[in-house]
């Protein structure tokens, strides 16, 4: 499993229900072109400080370099904050202590 992760600031991240149904809509229905091997999105908000990080996740290297291209051409809008980092990583480990 791999995982690409986008760091932004400021936007309407002051507002975390706004920026989430922001990007829930953007996901509804067909994914993106380029996207369409993603298999989560995970997005972490910091109200307080206004930045946040959202999360890809892919099962191969290959899948994730292609969702990364993608989300490159997506410039998230004024609204959105300002995307200040990618990152991208081989998971080492998924646990789930389960409930």
Partial sequence: M???IARFEGG???????AV???RTMMQGERPPGLEQAKRLLMLVDRENERGLGLTFFDTEE????????LNRMTPGDEAGK???VEMYEV????DFGR
Avoid: F, I, Q
């Fill in 2 to 4: 791999y995982v690409r």
């Fill in 92 to 95: 080492g480990l998924d646990h």
């Fill in 21 to 23: 149904e922001r990007v």
């Fill in 63 to 70: 899948d994730m370099r292609t969702g990364d291209e993608a």
């Fill in 12 to 18: 309407d991240l002051t507002d975390p229900a706004k």
């Fill in 83 to 85: 995307r200040t980092g």
